[in-house]
């Protein structure tokens, strides 16, 4: 059976659309939809209401190698009474090396903390939450700190809840609107959510720790702020890749914390991007059997990547992510075969001409 060329520029359209539309819903290429996503965050400043802690090398230097006696975060959380909330991002699971003295210190400073303390926890792989020494548990609220890392090693999303426990930016934003607002959060969604990067290592106010234990710092700089205690030097290895590249597992916390107070999520609807790429499928085979002229059918081309790519990256503004490697798969598939028939057509059509003056 023969097909006209009509009927090509048909054939392949569905083709197309079908191969592209099975590779989207069965997850083909995820991470390098995910890294598509990640160029589109830009740099914003953030909302101004964290403040980070550093336990970097300038303060490893002056109080000595790590981990520190438990009485210096004790120290820290007795300089820190202005803060709406103070969050701990480690995980104190095992008495202190120093002996019980040691631990009756921050055991006391957590007791008498009119600010509200949370304290970092670890998920396991088998569920199990190893939260921290038992005594610092009376006085502190615990919160797991697991970050979830993607294949390719980005730190993208973070889950809320884990059976009975709650994450630890989820327990600082909720300690935060009661203690600033006395509104609970409206939000709570059960499923991983997409964190909202507001840039790169730095981008929130950092202070080492030295400086706030030797009181360095107006203790009204803290006023009615979320201060975030953790680790930034290097040796201590907690960093991770995001989407502007390394940064510090108590940095993103900020970012995830941030995210949840803003109660704005990122949305994504799997239909949509389908039928997406059904669309732009066959627009883009249509514009290929319609305009005859080379020059015009490009700029057609080139227009409709620009307003696909201009229109994701304002929905990505308004939180809504729509799929940046399908589409555009699509449009460039499509101008191919769209191409590859106008070609063979083309080459069919001389080629009779030349057989019929040649008889």
Known sequence: ???????????VAGLIALVLSFCLETGLFT???DRLVDILFTNKKPPGRIIL?????ESIRAIGQWPWPRAVTGSLINNLQKAAVIGIDVNFKEPSRLGKADDAILEKALANSSVPVILSSDVQADGEIILPFASFINHGIPGFANLITAGDGVVRTIRLRRGDGSSFGLQIAQAYQDSVSGNPLIVLPTQPIRIEYFGPEGTY???SAQEVLESKIPPEFFSNKIVLIGATARDLQD???TPFGLTSGVEIQANIIDTIINQRFFKTRATLDIGLVIFLTFLTIWLGAVIQRPIVFWASIAALFVTYNLIVFLNFDSYF???LLYPNLAIGISTLGAFTIRYISTS??????QETFSR
Do not use: C, G
Request: proline fraction near 3%; charge should be positive.
């Open 53 to 57: 802690i550093a336990i970097n090398e």
């Open 1 to 11: 059976m023969r097909f006209s060329t009509k009927s090509w520029y048909f054939i």
């Open 348 to 353: 069919k059509e001389k080629l009779f001409i």
């Open 321 to 323: 992510i729509l799929d």
């Open 239 to 241: 960093y991770h890749e």
């Open 205 to 207: 106010p950092v202070l």
């Open 31 to 33: 991470i390098q939809r």
